[in-house]
C-alpha cells in the first residue's frame, strides 16, 4: 500500500498555470513555429497536404501535452505499468493485423492516425524502468532476479519490433531502456560485459540482418559504391548541407530539395533541408534551442522530490539527445540510415505524439514538482 505526502496535490488550476515551465513551453513553442515553416518549405512553398497535416497534429498533440501536465506525477507512477503492457498488446496486434508497408508491418489504422505503436513505447520504457526503479535499493537493484525482470522489459518490446522489422527504434528503445539501468544504479560491470557479449554476437547479428538492413550498412561505410541507388539519399543530404554555406540560401530557395534531388525530405531528412536554407548559423540556433530542452527537462528533474519522477526526466533528456544525435548522424554520412526522426521537426503523427507526451509527462513532474511518492 502507497502512502503520499500531500504537498501540493490540492493545487487550484491557476497554480498549476503558474508552475508550467515556461523556458521549456517557449522552446518547444519556437520549436513548432520553426517546423511548420520549414515543412511548408517541403511543401514548395504551398500550404499542402504535409503542412496541413503537420500543423493540425502539432495543434491537437500540443493541447494534449498542457492537459498531461495538469495530472498529478502519481497518476504517471500509478499506470506506468499499464501504459508498458497496453503498448506491448498493441505491437503484438501490429505484428499480427497491422499495415504493410514496403515490406514493413509496423502501423495501425486508427483513421485520424496512423499509430507507430514502437514510437509510444520510446516513452513506456522509460515510464515502466523509472517506476521499477524507485526507491529500489542498491541491493536489489543489482540482485541477478531483479537484472532479469528488467532485461526482460527492455527485450520483449525489442524482439517485437525487430520482428516489423525496424532495427532503428528498436535501437533507440533498447538505449532508453540502458540508460534507465544506469540511472538505477545497476554496476558499470554489467554493462561492461553486455558490451563484449554484444560485439562477440555481432557477426550473427549482421548475418540475420534484412537484405536492405545490410545495404544499409555498406552504403554507410562506401556511399559511392551505388551513388544512383542505396548511396544517393546521403550523397545528396550531404550535398545540401554543405552547400547551405555559413549562411544558407535562405527560406524557400533550397535548390536541393526543390528540384527533387533529396527524397524523404520532409520526414528523416528534414534537418537537411532546414540547414541548406538557414546554414551554418540556423543549425547551430537549432541545435541551441535543442539543448536548452534538454538541460531544462534535466533541470525540472533535479528539482523533483520523487525519484520516479527524477528518473523519468533524466532517462528523457537523453532519449531526446540520442534521437538527435542519431538523426543529425545520419543526414551527415556519420551512421547508417536507421529511420530515426528529427522530435518536433520530422513528419509523422506517432513519433510527434510520442515526444508531446513525453513532453507532458516532464511538465507534470514541474506543475506537481513537490509531490513525494512514499
Known sequence: M?????????????????????????????????????????????????????????????????????????????????????????????????????????????????????????????????????????????????????LTIILLPIILVISQPDLGTSILIALSGLIILWLGGVKIKYFFLSFITFLISLPFIISNLQPYQKLRILTFLDPDRDPLGAGYQIIQSKIAIGSGGFSGKGFLQGTQSYLDFLPEKHTDFIFTLFSEEFGFIGSVGLLLLYTIIILRIIQIGVISQSSFARLFCFGYAFAIFIYITVNLSMVLGLLPIVGSPLPIMSYGGSSMLATMIGFGIVMSAKVHNQQTII
Open 2 to 150: 502507497y502512502h503520499y505526502k500531500r504537498l501540493n496535490s490540492d493545487q487550484s488550476f491557476f497554480q498549476k498555470i503558474k508552475n508550467l515551465d515556461y523556458i521549456l513551453l517557449t522552446c518547444i513553442l519556437i520549436l513548432s513555429i520553426l517546423s511548420i515553416f520549414i515543412m511548408y518549405s517541403t511543401d514548395g512553398g504551398e500550404f499542402l497536404y504535409h503542412t496541413k497535416s503537420h500543423l493540425t497534429k502539432l495543434v491537437v498533440f500540443f493541447v494534449l501535452m498542457l492537459t498531461i501536465s495538469f495530472f498529478n506525477i502519481k497518476f504517471w507512477y500509478f499506470c506506468s505499468y499499464l501504459l508498458y503492457g497496453v503498448i506491448i498488446l498493441l505491437l503484438i496486434w501490429v505484428s499480427i493485423y497491422g499495415i504493410k508497408v514496403s515490406g514493413s508491418q509496423r502501423w495501425m489504422n486508427l483513421y485520424f492516425l496512423a499509430l507507430q505503436p514502437s514510437e509510444l513505447m520510446k516513452i513506456g520504457i522509460i515510464l515502466c524502468l523509472a517506476k521499477y526503479y524507485h526507491r529500489a535499493s542498491i541491493e536489489k537493484v543489482n540482485s541477478f532476479l531483479s537484472i532479469s525482470i528488467v
